[in-house]
């Protein structure tokens, strides 16, 4: 039980860790829009890097947003029906739903690391004008679903644990 416990405290921790230091880079994606705006009206003169790299940073900030999504259970839900179960119920049907979960991650785990790993073979860049290298920022795709893969994990041994001894863990 303590292992158990211990297993899913470590998931946890992880990705609130990764996720609070992700979050900060709102900072330099404002920086990086704002001084974008000020080249572009201002001077007359856009950089051709600007609106790339802040896609990349918000697509960044986006997709490592999803571990805490789920740690926080802010996805969106159908309980309808569930809202009326008795949370011993509820917690069983979530471990069900998990497993499709957990197969979905499972895919595109796989399918974005095949990605990540040709593009990392071909040192593949961008096709814009700037055409600065991708491979790196396709790399933490896979790295961000593992995350994801692993706070589900920890919500099923949470939900597991809840419908076979009738105890939140």
Same mark, same amino acid.
């Given at each position: ?39 572009? &009206? !201002?001077?007359? %003169? ?7 790299? =802040?896609?990349?940073?918000?697509? $960044? *900030? ?52 095949? &990605? !990540?790993?040709? %593009? ?7 096709? =814009?004008?700037?055409?600065?290298? $991708? *491979? ?34």
């Amino acid at each position: 039980m303590m292992t158990i416990k211990r297993i899913v405290e470590c998931i946890d921790k992880t990705n609130r860790f990764i996720t609070s230091f992700t979050m900060w880079l709102i900072l330099p994606l404002i920086g990086i829009m704002l001084f974008e705006v000020v080249m572009r &009206y !201002a001077f007359h %003169s856009p950089t051709v890097w600007g609106a790339e790299l =802040s896609s990349m940073i918000f697509g $960044i *900030y986006m997709i490592y947003s999803g571990p805490c999504s789920v740690y926080e259970k802010v996805q969106v839900g159908v309980d309808l029906f569930s809202s009326k179960w008795k949370p011993r119920t509820q917690a069983a049907v979530h471990c069900l739903t998990y497993v499709f979960t957990m197969a979905f991650f499972v895919s595109i785990i796989s399918l974005t690391f095949k &990605y !990540a790993m040709e %593009s990392w073979e071909l040192k593949e860049v961008s096709t =814009s004008a700037w055409g600065q290298p $991708i *491979y790196h920022w396709k790399a933490l795709i896979p790295i961000a679903y593992v995350l994801t893969f692993a706070q589900t994990v920890s919500d099923f041994i949470r939900n597991a644990y809840l419908a076979i001894t009738g105890e939140e863990l």
